[in-house]
C-alpha cells in the first residue's frame, strides 16, 4: 500500500533528522507521490503533498511553515498534517511530480474512493452541484481534494459503478445496488435517479465479520441457537432502525454456526454485505439481482439446497414474507431483518406485509414456527475502540415466545405481546429493562441513556431493582 511506503520513507528520513525533529528528505529518501493525497491540496499552499499515514497528511515544505499555514491547511484538507521539510532542489522536483499529476491525472470514482477510504470514510456520495462527501467519524464532509460535480461527471460515475447502461438503470429501476471492489475493500454501491439525473451512495463493508462475543448480544440467542442442534428450525426476526447493527448481528450469528457446526447455510441479500467463509459447516451466499432474481425466489430455492440455516438480508414484499414463514414452517432455521424498532411492531409488520386474504394463515404459522424476535438499537458507549473512536452499545429488546405469546400472536393481538415484553414473560427482555441494565454495567452514560429512554417508569423501575443487587451480565454459551 502507498501508505507502507511513505512509512518506510519517514522512516528513513527520520534518521536524518535535523530541526526540532521534523524529518528532512533527502535525495535518496524520495518517495512515490499518492495522486490522492495531491488532489487534496490546493496548489496555491505552495506544498508538496505525498501522502496519508496514520489518518494524517503527510506533505513537504522547503523550509518550516508558518503555524498559521499549518492550521490553515489542516482546515482545507479536514485532516491533520504531518510536516516534512525538503530541500530546494528535492522541493522543486517534487512539486514537479506533483504538477504532472493535478495535469494528467483525471477526476474518476476510482480517485475520489482512494481519499475517502485513506481518511476512514464508512460511507462515499456523489450528487450533481455539490463535491463528493464522506461520512468520517459519524459526520458528513467534503472529499478534499474535489470541486463539485456536474451531471455528467455523476451520470460517468453511475455508469462506472453499475455495470450498466444508463437506459437500462432508468428503464427498468428506479434504483440499483451493487457491490463495488476497490482498493481491498468491498462497497455497497446505491445508484439512484433524482431531479432526472443520477446520484450515487457507497457504504464501505466490513473485513472481517466480528465474534458474536464482540457485539454483547443478550443471553436470549442462546437458547435459540441450541434449535440448530435439534434441527428444529424456526423463524428469527431481527429489527432495528437505520445503522442498527440487523446486518452485523445476522452475520455474526450465521459465522458463529458455520464455525461451530456441521450446518449448510444460505445467506441471501441486496447485497452480499459480509463475506462468510465455510468452516465445519458450509456457507453458500447469493446476491439479489446477480445470484438469484428476487429474495422469494431465493427462500423458494433453499428448498432445494439442503439448507440448515438461511439468512435473509431483509423481506422486500409479501412474497418474501410468505417464502420466509414457509421455510421455518418446514424446519429451516430462518434469521430475518424486519425494519421496525421494537418486537410488537415487528411482529405487527410481519401481518401487514401480506395480503388481508393471506393474514390469518401467517398469524397461525407464525403462531406455531416464531422462536424469538429481537429488536436492537446501538447507543453511545462508553468505552474506546482501537481507532481511538467512541464505541456502541447494542440495547436488544428481545421476545421468547412461549405458549402463551403464541397464542397472542395466533389471535393477532398485538397490544399483549407488548405487555408480555415488558413483563419479561418466558425470559422476554423489554428495551427499557435492558438499558438500564446497560447503564449498571457501566457500558452506557446515564445521561446519555436518559435521552434514549421510551418508558421511564419501566427504566427507573429496573433501576432500583437491579441496583439492589449484583448487576445482570450477558454471557454466550451456544
Known amino acids: 500500500m502507498h501508505s507502507d511506503l511513505v512509512a518506510a520513507r519517514l522512516d528513513d528520513a527520520t534518521r536524518s533528522s535535523r530541526a526540532a525533529g521534523v524529518p528532512v528528505l533527502g535525495a535518496d529518501d524520495l518517495p512515490e507521490l499518492d495522486p490522492a493525497a495531491i488532489r487534496m491540496v490546493p496548489a496555491q499552499f505552495g506544498a508538496a503533498p505525498i501522502g496519508v499515514l496514520d489518518g494524517m497528511l503527510v506533505i513537504a515544505f522547503p523550509s518550516f511553515p508558518l503555524a498559521s499555514t499549518v492550521a490553515e491547511l489542516s482546515r482545507a484538507v479536514g485532516i491533520p498534517v504531518r510536516v516534512v521539510l525538503a530541500p530546494d532542489g528535492v522541493f522543486e522536483h517534487l512539486q514537479d511530480l506533483a504538477s504532472t499529476h493535478r495535469i494528467f491525472e483525471p477526476m474518476s470514482i ?28 459519524g459526520a458528513m464532509a467534503p472529499v478534499p481534494g474535489f470541486g463539485a460535480l456536474s451531471a455528467e461527471d455523476v451520470r460517468e460515475l453511475a455508469r462506472g459503478v453499475g455495470g450498466l447502461s444508463l437506459e437500462q438503470i432508468g428503464a427498468e429501476w428506479s434504483s440499483l445496488t451493487v457491490t463495488v471492489y476497490h482498493g481491498g475493500r468491498r462497497l455497497r454501491a446505491a445508484i439512484s435517479r433524482q431531479r432526472s439525473t443520477f446520484g450515487v451512495a457507497a457504504r464501505v463493508l466490513p473485513l472481517r465479520v466480528p465474534p458474536m462475543g464482540e457485539l454483547g448480544l443478550p443471553d436470549q440467542w442462546a437458547a435459540l441457537l441450541e434449535l440448530v442442534d435439534r434441527g428444529d428450525g424456526g423463524l428469527v426476526l431481527v429489527g432495528g432502525g437505520r445503522r442498527s447493527g440487523v446486518t452485523t448481528t445476522m452475520a455474526s450469528v450465521v459465522d ?55 439468512m ?10 410468505m417464502a420466509a414463514v414457509a421455510a421455518a414452517a418446514r424446519g429451516v432455521f430462518v434469521l430475518a431483518a424486519v425494519p421496525e424498532l421494537d418486537v ?22 407464525m403462531s406455531v414456527c416464531l422462536r424469538g424476535a429481537f429488536a436492537q438499537q446501538l447507543v453511545p458507549g462508553l468505552g474506546w475502540n482501537d481507532a481511538q473512536e467512541p464505541t456502541t452499545v447494542a440495547v436488544c429488546e428481545s421476545l421468547v415466545v412461549d405458549s402463551e405469546v403464541s397464542a397472542a400472536i395466533a389471535g393477532g393481538a398485538i397490544d399483549r405481546i407488548a405487555q408480555l415484553v415488558a413483563a419479561g414473560a418466558a425470559g422476554s427482555q423489554a428495551y427499557d429493562v435492558a438499558l438500564a441494565e446497560a447503564v449498571l454495567r457501566g457500558d452506557v452514560d446515564p445521561d446519555v441513556a436518559r435521552g434514549l429512554v421510551r418508558d421511564p417508569d419501566l427504566y427507573d423501575e429496573t ?11 450477558t454471557a454466550l454459551s451456544a
Open 110 to 137: 476510482e480517485s475520489i474512493m482512494t481519499v475517502a477510504l485513506e481518511l476512514g470514510a464508512t460511507d462515499i456520495h456523489f450528487a450533481p452541484g455539490e463535491p463528493p462527501l464522506a461520512r468520517i467519524g
Open 256 to 310: 458463529h454456526l458455520v464455525a461451530s457446526r456441521a450446518i449448510m447455510a444460505v445467506t441471501i441479500e441486496d447485497p452480499v454485505e459480509y463475506v462468510i467463509g465455510s468452516r465445519i459447516g458450509a456457507v453458500r451466499q447469493r446476491s439479489v439481482g446477480v445470484d438469484v432474481p428476487s429474495m422469494a425466489h431465493g427462500l423458494d430455492d433453499t428448498r432445494v439446497q439442503d439448507a440448515d440455516v438461511v
Open 312 to 321: 435473509a438480508g431483509s423481506l422486500p414484499d409479501a412474497a418474501a414474507v
Open 344 to 365: 410488537p411492531s415487528m411482529v405487527a409488520w410481519m401481518f401487514e406485509a401480506v395480503r388481508p386474504e393471506d393474514r390469518s394463515r401467517i398469524r397461525r404459522q
Open 463 to 473: 433501576l432500583a431493582l437491579r441496583s439492589e443487587g449484583p448487576a445482570h451480565t
